[in-house]
């Protein structure tokens, strides 16, 4: 069983950034692959970010390229989303998933390769 715990969300100013944390428990291997993903009012959770086991290779949807950075820190059990240039249309709830099945690498950028997640932590954009 795995435990994730998403940090850093709150509201800020468009242009602004913020750095969100996800802090995994409950699981002795660390090298699985992470994922962030967001859900804004009224559709459909769509893929932001993901990072693979080592680290060695990262995944951006084209809305964020440029603007997000995924990193992780495997002795620290903990992934990073940091966020710059943010706009109004980066609102949402963001959270944190796991892979579930180590010795398989699937698309990193499909919902149905993670098993564990988060509560989700809010961000807000404004104007």
């Known amino acids: 069983q795995v435990q994730l715990v998403e940090s850093g969300g709150g509201l800020v100013q468009a242009g602004g950034s913020l750095r969100l944390s996800c802090a995994a428990s409950?699981?002795?291997?660390?090298?699985?692959?992470m994922g962030w993903f967001r859900q804004a009012p009224g559709k459909e959770r769509a893929f932001v970010a993901a990072?693979?086991?080592?680290?060695?290779?990262?995944y951006y949807a084209n809305s964020v390229k440029g603007r997000f950075t995924i990193s992780r820190d495997n002795a620290k059990n903990t992934v990073y989303l940091q966020m710059n240039s943010l706009e109004p249309e980066d609102t949402a709830v963001y959270s944190c998933?796991?892979?579930?099945?180590?010795?398989?690498?699937?698309?990193?950028?499909?919902?149905?390769?993670?098993?564990?997640w988060g509560q989700g932590t809010q961000v807000t954009v404004s104007s």
């Open positions: 990072i693979s086991r080592s680290g060695g290779s990262t």
């Open positions: 998933a796991a892979e579930g099945n180590p010795y398989y690498s699937g698309s990193l950028y499909l919902e149905s390769t993670y098993t564990y």
């Open positions: 409950g699981r002795t291997f660390t090298g699985y692959a």
